[in-house]
């Protein structure tokens, strides 16, 4: 499984971005989609995670009412609405998919992008 994350950039608080995960090889056996964010010096964290089918969403709570997960299975792409920024949310931000395990265990997903630099100036 390959994946490419894409869409970082600067805006200032309060503004948007759509990152956009692209997929390919092997996704079948992926049940899950995910976006994780770190910042220099501090653990990498769970952003939000979508389901295969997509009827299920889960997001950590500093971004729920403010992000949104979503994904076109005949793309294998997978989106990061965001909306709201604020400087908190300047990271790296990774997708990632998942096989197996627990939504927001970053351990059991073996399968990560690149990541995409977002930076909210304030």
């Known amino acids: 499984v390959q994946l490419q994350a894409s869409g970082g950039g600067l805006v200032h608080t309060g503004g948007s971005l759509r990152l956009s995960c692209a997929s390919s090889g092997g996704m079948f056996s992926i049940n899950v989609m995910a976006w994780f964010r770190q910042v220099p010096g501090k653990e990498r964290e769970f952003v939000a995670a979508?389901?295969?089918?997509?009827?299920?969403?889960d997001y950590a709570e500093s971004v729920k009412g403010r992000f949104t997960i979503s994904r076109d299975n005949a793309e294998n792409t997978v989106y990061l609405q965001m909306n709201s920024l604020k400087p908190e949310d300047t990271a790296v931000y990774y997708c990632?998919?998942?096989?197996?395990?627990?939504?927001?265990?970053?351990?059991?997903?073996?399968?990560w992008g690149k990541g995409t630099l977002v930076t909210v100036s304030s």
């Open positions: 979508i389901s295969w089918s997509g009827n299920r969403e």
């Open positions: 990632a998919a998942l096989q197996s395990g627990t939504w927001r265990n970053i351990a059991d997903y073996k399968n």
